[in-house]
């Protein structure tokens, strides 16, 4: 369905990208009446996740009647991903006056970051499609990161080949290790990564390649089980705010679509705030936010231009015109929404707080949690107030970063004799003090 006016409908089967009467962003539309109701839809999952068959224990297939009931059972591609932890911040909370502070591990997934829950719908879509007698040769996304490590996980598991282009030269060895291991064509090419994505748009008119960047609409529908699982998690309570990290904006939108749906459906009865955080350096949407509110009025998609990005740490949302725009800024209208921005010396500080309260932060992460800290101190969250943090990446993904954070903290070396030792570390423990 186009999310922008010309209301056109198609079938997940027929391959559009955007719409192909005005080029919108396209979205799926569910017949949420044919959903059972609440009661009876929360035992049928809670009896699948308890002993259910495959993939119902799969934290998206659980949900597959909400989340793509056009994919049949058995075209399913899941490698177990969702079901991620929701933990309590703990010290990390106490740390900053938020009393209730919750972190969403959606980095603790299978390829370590939240694509998988997009990946799993768009890869099994792809094969129910292929069942129906269409052919395709490769699914194939522009990405240096995340996103090109989910494809080509899933796209082996599926046993369909996957394309990943990158710019070459400007990859790091951990970047192209998963896509290289799980067997996927890399192509590497002398432009950056809007000149990859110009490539990835002119191959996807080939009949027999697929689109899986995130203009594909299909892989919102997985990620959007992320808002049921915090509200499952937490015995049905819905937190007073959402922070998640926003690049191309596609998870931002995502949560908004899956808050909006489950109280369409009545299994909640409001909504969060949902804050998007960005990192200073690459905040498009943050300085649109800012204009709106300049002008004394709601964020519209007109307050938005597109900036150059420049470098930072949090690499995965280093992007300076995102692809998802339209559908953040009505997602976020929708869920009484906020835009913040962390520069690099505060994610830094905030993932080296949470990190020595026990957590081990991605970069995106480290941003929302700054963006977190900001909001507390200023007193737009309360310091009672419930709130989740998504966490979208693991933080051992980002290795450099970490050695940044943890700079201070170098090894010592002691004598490897017992005794000698002994003293060494009694005097370290000592200086600590
Ligand atoms: C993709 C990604 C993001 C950004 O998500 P968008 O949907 O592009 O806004 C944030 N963090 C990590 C770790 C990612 O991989
Ligand atoms: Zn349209």
Sequence with gaps: MCTEGCAGEFT?????????????????????????????????VRTRTFGGEWPHLSGVWRLHEWVMPWVSRAQVVSLGEGGSPLVPAGRYGAAIGARSLWIKQCGSGHTGSFKDLGMTVLVSAVKQ?????????????????????????YGAAAGIPVI??????????????????????VVALETDFDGCMRVVERLAREPALYLANSLNCLRIEGQKTIAWEIVAQRGGVVPAWVLVPGGNLGN?????????????????????????????????????????????RALRSEDYRPVQAGTTAASAIQIGAPVSL?????????????????????LAAAAARADQAGFYVCPQTAAALACAEQLVADRTIGAEEEVVVISTAHGLKFGEFKAQVAAENQAVSVSSEPEAAVAAIHRLLDAKR
């Design 12 to 44: 997940p089967a027929t391959t559009h990208y955007r719409c192909p009467r005005c080029a919108g962003l396209l979205e799926v539309r569910h017949e949420l009446a044919a959903l059972p109701e609440a009661a009876v839809w929360r035992e049928i």
């Design 129 to 153: 499609m292929i069942a129906e007698g269409r052919e395709v040769r490769a699914m194939v996304c522009a990405s240096t990161g995340d996103t090109s490590a989910a494809l080509a996980a």
């Design 164 to 185: 990943v282009v990158l710019p070459a030269g400007k990859i790091s060895s951990a970047q192209l290790l998963q896509p290289r291991a799980h067997g996927a064509m």
């Design 252 to 296: 931002v939108s995502a949560l908004a679509k899956g808050f909006l749906e489950l109280l369409a459906l009545g299994w909640i009865d409001r909504l969060p705030r949902l804050v998007c955080c960005q990192a200073e350096r690459a905040a498009p949407l943050y300085e649109a936010f800012v204009r709106a509110k300049a002008a004394g």
């Design 326 to 346: 339209p559908k953040a800024v009505a997602g976020l209208n929708a869920c009484g929404g906020v835009v913040a921005a962390a520069s690099e010396a505060a």
